[in-house]
């Protein structure tokens, strides 16, 4: 059996390759997240994924290693992970009513041969109140999300629609992942 690798400690990455039923192990790294903000959205998620994987595949070099990162883009800006409230109210705030851009970025990293993707998905949240900001920040949701809010949790209250990849959105997207693990030569089960 080949060896898999998450490399996230994401609790979301790790439950959304747990529906593929594969065996694998989680081996997170401590990377820098740092980047060029000349950089794309695009190439923001497909550099810090692949910073990721890479650190781990340093140390496992028999196996497929799976790096992946996740950003919010809102009027051209990228929304990180709020420091405390007010800022994840800020962030809520600027998303509500409007249509915002959830980039994640899967970088694979095996023995023989590696790739990089990535997935953009465009998310509409509903006109959200003042106190229903406050309310689900006071929840503690926010503070580990990029952009202040998870769509699969109290979150998905937020949200009016999406177009695009839900499981990107949340922090993998599953299908495109299996896709490419294929193409590099992991052999599933199934």
Do not use: C
Not at 16 to 31: C, G, K, N, Q, Y
Not at 49 to 77: C, E, L, W
Request: no cysteine; net charge negative; aromatic share 10%.
């Amino acid at each position: 059996m080949q060896n898999l690798i998450l490399a996230s400690s994401s609790p979301r990455r790790k439950e959304l390759l747990e529906t593929l039923r594969l065996p694998f192990a989680i081996s997170s790294s401590d990377v820098d997240e740092s980047f060029d903000p000349a950089l794309s959205p695009e190439e923001v998620v497909m550099e810090l994924a692949d910073r990721k994987a890479q650190a781990v595949f340093q140390n496992n070099r028999d196996a497929f290693v799976i790096g992946s990162d996740t950003i919010v883009v809102a009027n051209n800006k990228i929304l990180g992970k709020p420091a405390d409230e007010a800022e994840a109210f800020t962030m809520l705030q600027s998303l509500s009513g409007k249509q915002h851009h959830v980039f994640t970025g899967v970088s694979i990293v095996s023995p023989t041969n590696s790739t990089k993707f990535y997935e953009k998905t465009e998310v509409w949240f509903w006109e959200l109140s003042d106190d229903e900001i406050r309310s689900y920040v006071k929840s503690g949701e926010p503070f580990d999300k990029a952009g202040a809010y998870g769509i699969q949790q109290l979150g998905s209250m937020l949200v009016k629609k999406i177009h695009g990849d839900y499981f990107a959105v949340v922090g993998l997207p599953v299908a495109r992942t299996v896709r490419e693990l294929r193409q590099l030569g992991y052999q599933l089960p199934y």
